[in-house]
């Protein structure tokens, strides 16, 4: 094991993670993490080469000059500034020097912009009678107290520490640091590196720095459903190992004492199984939990820096927090194994011979088939609600299912138990529908847009796709089918005529297209990043990687109709398609595109598929009706 386990006590950016006091002399290792040098010195303490993170368990190589050469948290020091600021707003009695004439026995009354801090009230008559400080903004010290102005806004100069009377106003592109005018004709001239107004360049490195956040969130609501499948499959397998055991008895009663020593064998071998699996398990929640604690540090981080952080503090952290999210963004997550714990005894013929055991101790491998799926419960085909022609399906935050009713140009919500809870009207006879990770409903119809709609049907903006000719969709010539949402928390969307998939952020900023082989009619994205498109109308199934390069095709597993249609993934990097021209569900392996089994027979005509939260249901939209399949204890 670790020296210490991952933890994700983050609340407080500015408590050091060794003390749990606030962090002095802040120093930060790659991952973020950040400790008071004092602590971090102290529990290198011993080590020659490496350090391990207290937090998230990584290693880091020492640096030559030693702890102390790790690179300076300045953002800790703004937060920290900003509390003392807070404070001092909360408590007027406070003493804190003027900023402009350095008095210390004067009350605050305002803070002073230029003067890059608190101002007593004679400097304040003063600014506002001469020229000299016309530039200067003060804001009065009631409006900070009432919140009328947020003390996040409140500018702070910062200056350079070889020239300490200039302030840093450029960025150095060539060398990644901050520079003041002096710098710039001595350290970094324009001649040989390229200068830039701080501010400008924040305004691209905050874009930087937003795009992999969304990114990230992405990968985090993945950990989560990862994390989540791993307790259930550990909550498993001890009532499954004793289920087992209890097998093993029964079985070794029908032999009497003649089997005795043989039971006690088998179950060490049990507890033998079930320790090795636990061991695996554990190994993957505590790695899971080590990302989670580093996607919720390095989300915190930058989404404060984004929001509050001075240019300077951006631009000082810009590097590291980009390097920490885009290895983030690009996590590949392993697949969950639901049959670790299905641990179970298969009992052997008991014969006369004492030496003979009773049976061997297995794990069901996921290739023994893909379950026994039954029809629980049907809906939605009676009523005012009813489907008219039902398409694509999604599953909501709240459990709820998400239908597009094609023909009733509507988006028709229903309890997971069946009952209609309420519908949103959307033109242009909707196709597909998903849920993104803030809970917004993305619709794709048989206009030239896409469509965005909060959780109460109020549709909160419209997009175009673009082709990859860099054309924006025309409505004349555009129908967008397909929709899915990538593991980097992006948005494919599949227009039918022209045959692309155009890929946006989740606010409907292009990002780049790609010409697909066939009509994009559904899409899914599995657990590898493979995007997987069918066509229906005789159709093979097509797989992609994320750039779009085609890298093999799936047809169907037997000499019958083949019209692919809605699709699925996985926690375990399954596929499962419908088959609309024959009503089967399929399923098949994302990772090497085997055909694994048939899920179910009992449908008519499938479109739109999505597995319940659980996955344990299964949803399956029908022209006119909602089927759920339940999986069956085998």
């Known amino acids: ?28 290792l790659p991952c973020l993490h950040t400790f008071c040098l004092k602590c971090l010195t102290k529990w290198a303490e011993g080590k020659k080469d490496t350090i391990r993170c207290p937090i998230c368990v990584q290693d880091f190589s020492i640096p030559g000059d030693g702890v102390k050469a790790f690179r300076t948290n300045f953002f800790i020091n703004t937060l920290k500034d900003r509390q003392a600021t807070a404070m001092t707003i909360q408590s007027r009695d406070t003493v804190v020097p003027c900023a402009s004439c350095g008095a210390v026995d004067e009350r605050v009354e305002g803070h002073c912009s230029g003067c890059g801090g608190f101002i007593c009230g004679g400097c304040i008559a003063m600014h506002s009678k001469l020229k000299t400080f016309s530039n200067h903004k003060v804001i009065p010290y009631e409006d900070l107290k009432s919140g009328k102005v947020d003390i996040r806004n409140l500018s702070q100069k910062k200056y350079c520490k070889i020239h300490e009377d200039q302030v840093l106003w450029f960025y150095c592109e060539t060398c990644g640091v901050l520079t003041c005018r002096d710098c710039t004709v001595v350290d970094h001239p324009a001649l040989s590196h390229s200068l830039v107004n701080l501010e400008s360049v924040s305004k691209g490195h905050k874009k930087d720095i937003e795009q992999l956040i969304e990114n990230c969130e992405g990968v985090k609501k993945r950990t989560e459903a990862v994390l989540k499948m791993v307790a259930n499959v550990s909550d498993q397998l001890n009532p499954n190992a004793t289920k087992a055991k209890a097998e093993i008895d029964e079985s070794f ?37 080590v990302l989670q604690t580093r996607l919720q540090t390095a989300l915190q981080m930058a989404t404060e820096v984004v929001k509050t952080g001075s240019d300077y503090d951006l631009a000082l952290i810009y590097t590291s927090l980009k390097t920490n999210l885009t290895e983030l963004r690009d996590v590949k997550l392993a697949p969950v194994d639901k049959q670790k714990a299905a641990v179970h005894f298969k009992s052997a013929h008991i014969g006369q011979e004492t030496t003979q055991k009773l049976g061997s101790v297995l794990v069901k491998q996921r290739k023994e088939g893909v379950g026994v799926w039954k029809l629980d419960r049907s809906f939605g085909d009676v009523g005012a609600e009813k489907l008219k022609y039902g398409r694509g399906v999604a599953i909501t935050q709240e459990g709820d299912i998400a239908v597009a009713d094609m023909a009733d140009s509507a988006v028709k919500i229903y309890k997971k138990d069946g009952q209609f809870k309420s519908s ?75 045959k692309y998939i155009s890929k946006h952020h989740l606010d409907g900023t292009h990002i780049t297209s790609f010409k697909v082989p066939i009509s994009p009619v559904f899409i899914t994205v599995s657990l590898d990043a493979k995007i997987f498109i069918s066509g229906g109308m005789d159709t093979d199934v097509h797989i992609l990687n994320e750039n779009g390069v085609h890298l093999q095709t799936l047809t169907a597993p037997q000499d019958s109709g083949w019209s692919p249609y809605g699709m699925c993934c996985t926690s375990t990097n399954e596929i499962y398609i419908s088959n609309t021209s024959s009503g089967v569900i399929y399923c098949y392996s994302a990772e090497t595109g085997a055909y694994i089994g048939c899920l179910t027979k009992d449908v008519s005509k499938p479109a739109g598929l999505a597995l319940m939260n659980d996955e344990n249901q299964l949803v399956v939209v029908e022209d006119y009706c909602i089927k759920i399949f339940k999986v069956q204890n085998q």
């Not at 419209?462 to 948005?491: C, E, M």
């Open 424 to 498: 949103i009207t959307v033109p242009d006879n909707p196709w597909n529908v998903v849920v993104s990770s803030d809970g917004k409903l993305i619709v794709t119809n048989l206009s030239a847009s896409v469509s965005i709609y909060d959780g109460k049907g109020n549709q909160k903006h419209q997009f175009p796709t673009k082709s990859p000719d860099n054309v924006s969709s025309d409505t004349r010539d555009t129908t967008h089918w397909g929709l899915a949402i990538d593991n980097y928390n992006n948005l494919l969307v599949g227009e039918t005529r022209q």
């Open 253 to 289: 009663n029908k032999a009497l004492k003649l089997l005795e020593n043989n039971r006690d064998q088998l179950k060490r071998e049990v507890d033998k199984v079930r320790a090795v699996t636990k061991k695996q398990l554990d190994a993957q929640t505590d790695e899971i939990q």
């Open 1 to 28: 094991m670790a020296e210490s386990k991952p933890t994700s006590n983050n609340k407080d950016l500015t408590e050091c993670g060794i003390c749990l006091c606030t962090i002095e002399e802040p120093k930060a």
